[in-house]
């Protein structure tokens, strides 16, 4: 059974850059599959941040593509993401997500992350 | 990017109830869309994928159906444990969107 677990500071200062992990486990990040942020401010909807498959091939959604960054650590079997010049609008709860692509079967519980000073 | 709608935004149905929750595209997206559940607090569930294909563990009585522009989610018979709200989610184009959601709750 797959597992995914995010984790990261739950309270990130205006300008400064949100750094999330998600601990993958029961499976390797190095298969053939592609992982996925996705976010959701509260009370709202579910926005898709990009993407990055076992090769390290990345995808990103344009509306924040200039801050966005998602990577990879095989060794550690664990998933990125590092969001920069965040503002109040980034308050949200990040989810990490195996295989949009082929209809996200495994999901993490998503980790709230706040932007305040 | 392709818009994403969802109708009704939100019902109110029983126990027992059969529920369609209707899903379009802006644009031709053939099979590739996906039905999510979420019950709040928690993180979305994978119900259906490539449109019409139920998850491993799901249960039967929910089903998909469509392809280009327009697709439904219908559960054949509302149990307790369904009320939640259901979003669609098309990955044929990048960047990948999300509809806005149907929120089901109790009459």
């Not at chain 1, 850059?17 to 976010?39: D, E, F, H, K, P």
């Not at chain 1, 664990?78 to 990040?94: G, H, I, M, R």
């Not at chain 2, 119900?47 to 054949?76: E, M």
Request: charged share 15%; net charge positive; aromatic share 10%.
């Amino acid at each position: 059974q797959v597992q995914l677990q995010e984790s990261g500071p739950g309270l990130v200062k205006p300008s400064g850059t949100l750094s999330l992990t998600c601990a993958v486990s029961g499976g390797s990040i190095s298969s053939t599959n592609w992982w996925s942020w996705v976010r959701q401010p509260p009370g709202k909807g579910l926005e898709w941040i990009g993407e990055i498959s076992h090769s390290g091939r990345t995808n990103y959604n344009p509306s924040l593509r200039s801050r966005v960054t998602i990577s990879t650590d095989k060794s550690k079997n664990q998933l990125y993401l590092k969001l920069s010049s965040v503002t109040a609008a980034d308050t949200a709860v990040y989810y990490c997500a195996r295989d949009l692509v082929a209809g996200g079967d495994y999901w993490g519980q998503g980790t709230l992350v706040t932007v305040s000073s | 990017d392709i818009q994403m709608t969802q109708s009704p935004s939100s019902l109110s149905a029983s126990v027992g109830d059969r529920v369609t929750i209707t899903c379009r595209a802006s644009q031709g997206i053939s099979t590739y869309l996906a039905w999510f559940q979420q019950i709040p607090g928690k993180a979305p569930k994978s119900l259906i994928y490539s449109a019409s294909r139920l998850q491993s563990g799901v249960p039967s009585r929910f089903s998909g159906s469509g392809s280009g522009t327009d697709f439904t989610l219908t559960i054949s018979s509302l149990q307790p444990e369904d009320f939640a709200t259901f979003y669609c989610l098309q990955y044929s184009t990048y960047p990948f969107t999300f509809g806005p959601g149907t929120k089901v709750d109790i009459k």
